[in-house]
């Protein structure tokens, strides 16, 4: 009797699910796929946009950033599979229906970059899909998250220098041959500190080309999210590849040269200064990580870019950007990062950070209300305005951490748990007890009329120290060394503070405190957060 001859099996037809924040060409499940046969799936979720109250301009930076990456991997012969908002679908719903339709055995994603969502791929998936799903490694970091944990796991502090030396050798960045640091050292930081006070000329950033799909998504955007803070009038934001390396390269020719030596300094009138404002394509993926490094990089060895601003940019892509990352994934595999509150602050976030009028009795406190003002328009501030004035504000207030935390995340274009939460959680509040900084970074008026011109348009006195004309900075930054003592005293990097409130005598510090209640009890707390 004769028989067929068996039919070899069809492989597994497979899935990659991109999220909207891994839009990389190099994402490790993108790749294991066949394009020939597999899909991808990409999905809106208006319940998961819904979770948090995000800035318009984020939304609109996420999902037209998606639907250009759609357009790009249809380019590239991929099949996808995506869902606009329109169509109503969660991700669980989204994915159900994308497996059934294409009969998809097994599902891969791409280490998500937030706990929740990798708990949701891990747990939830596996047993709503009825399929295997795989998650592959990130490539969206240089830091390998598991090796960060079984390194670090254990320790009470962390330091940011001793990590970036790290990454520079691991990936001989801005290293002579014998591997040592070009210039004969690791770190420029003190040459970057210098204000903008003569009238340097401050280059106008690129401004993107709006194609149809960016005007479909502001439609789309107004539509199911007409309540958001922020508006869409001001954007500026590349949504696709070719835009975003063409952003990049602006600042490669127009602001990197002067990046360091002013990167600290603040304008009320002036949002980027000579900043990148490369971070929001950074984390989702429109530029990589190395070829951006390599970039710079490439600049001093030219001769074309000075080493402080050079060295002090990668500091803050494979030092800092990594070291938060790394952090973030080491507390939260030990505790719940974002409920950590060293100091047991309670305040609730004062109103104002909704309406960017910080007005106390008549006056206005314009360092507070240009930066706040500035979040509300454009979803974003530099790095100093955001740590030295609003967070900075919120710490001396006694603000919950989660509260500050929460609003950073839903404030700002380029935020995401995993960055927001140590960055705030741990340097700007200190809520974590030091793990991520070495001191809490708080300062009076003194810092904020050095490093800016906010101070020459507000109603507040910034030198005076007590009363209802001096600037709240002032009373703010000693009451908070007296009510933390106890925790701060033997702190060595904050000893000064205490030699110099030693100083003082009972009665100035009783005004110190007087100053700082009328102050605090004035605050109106706001409706969102509860």
């Not at 014998?178 to 340097?200: A, E, I, M, T």
């Not at 490093?451 to 209802?468: Q, T």
């Amino acid at each position: 009797m004769l028989h067929a001859p068996e039919r070899s099996k069809s492989p597994k037809r497979r899935a990659a699910w991109i999220l909207g924040d891994q839009l990389s060409l190099r994402n490790s499940a993108l790749l294991a796929l066949q394009p020939s046969s597999d899909i991808v799936i990409m999905i809106e979720s208006l319940e998961h946009a819904r979770q948090l109250q995000h800035h318009k301009a984020k939304l609109y930076l996420c999902f037209s950033a998606m639907r250009h990456f759609r357009e790009e991997l249809r380019a590239h012969g991929y099949t996808v599979c995506y869902h606009p908002l329109d169509a109503d679908k969660n991700f669980l719903e989204g994915l159900q229906a994308a497996v059934t339709t294409y009969q998809i055995e097994e599902l891969l994603v791409m280490e998500p970059n937030e706990i929740a969502t990798v708990r949701f791929a891990q747990v939830v998936l596996p047993e709503h899909l009825g399929i295997a799903v795989k998650l592959t490694p990130s490539t969206m970091f240089l830091t390998d998250r598991a090796e960060f944990i079984r390194t670090y796991a254990g320790k009470s502090h962390l330091v940011m220098e001793h990590y970036y030396r790290k990454m520079r050798k691991q990936f001989k960045v801005l290293l002579t041959e014998d591997g040592q640091p070009v210039g004969g050292q690791w770190n420029f930081d003190r040459d970057n500190r210098h204000p903008l006070r003569s009238k340097v000329r401050i280059p106008k950033p690129y401004e993107p080309k709006q194609d149809e799909l960016d005007r479909e998504v502001i439609r789309v955007v107004e539509r199911f999210f007409p309540h958001h803070i922020g508006s869409l009038e001001a954007l500026a934001l590349p949504t696709s590849r070719l835009e975003a390396e063409k952003y990049f390269e602006d600042f490669i020719q127009h602001r990197l040269a002067e990046f360091g030596k002013y990167e600290d300094a603040m304008l009320q009138d002036e949002l980027v200064l000579f900043h990148s404002q490369l971070s929001p394509l950074l984390n989702i993926g429109l530029l990589d990580v190395m070829t951006v490094v390599r970039r710079v990089e490439q600049e001093y060895f030219a001769g074309r870019a000075p080493l402080n601003s050079v060295e002090g940019f990668i500091r803050q892509i494979i030092g800092w950007r990594e070291f938060m990352y790394g952090c973030y994934w080491l507390k939260m595999s030990q505790t719940d990062y974002h409920a950590e509150n060293y100091f047991g602050h309670t305040r609730p976030l004062p109103e104002f950070f909704w309406t960017g009028e910080a007005v106390f009795a008549g006056r206005r406190m314009n360092c507070l209300s240009k930066a706040i003002g500035k979040v509300i328009r454009y979803g974003y501030t530099h790095h100093i305005e955001r740590l030295m004035i609003i967070g900075n504000f919120a710490l001396l207030a006694g603000v919950l951490p989660s509260q500050i935390n929460q609003w950073f995340w839903e404030f700002y274009i380029d935020a995401y748990d995993w960055v927001v939460s140590p960055n705030v959680i741990g340097m700007s509040q200190f809520a974590d007890g030091g793990f991520v900084a070495t001191k809490p970074y708080c300062a009076s008026a003194n810092y904020i009329d050095k490093m800016s011109d906010y101070c020459k348009s507000c109603d507040f006195n910034k030198s005076a120290k007590v009363g209802e004309s001096a600037c709240p900075f002032n009373y703010l930054y000693w009451n908070f060394f007296i009510r933390h003592e106890a925790l701060l005293r033997r702190n060595l990097r904050v000893s000064m503070v205490y030699r110099a409130l030693d100083k003082k005598s009972d009665a100035e510090k009783s005004d110190i405190q007087q100053s700082a209640a009328a102050f605090l009890n004035a605050l109106v707390p706001n409706r969102y957060y509860a």
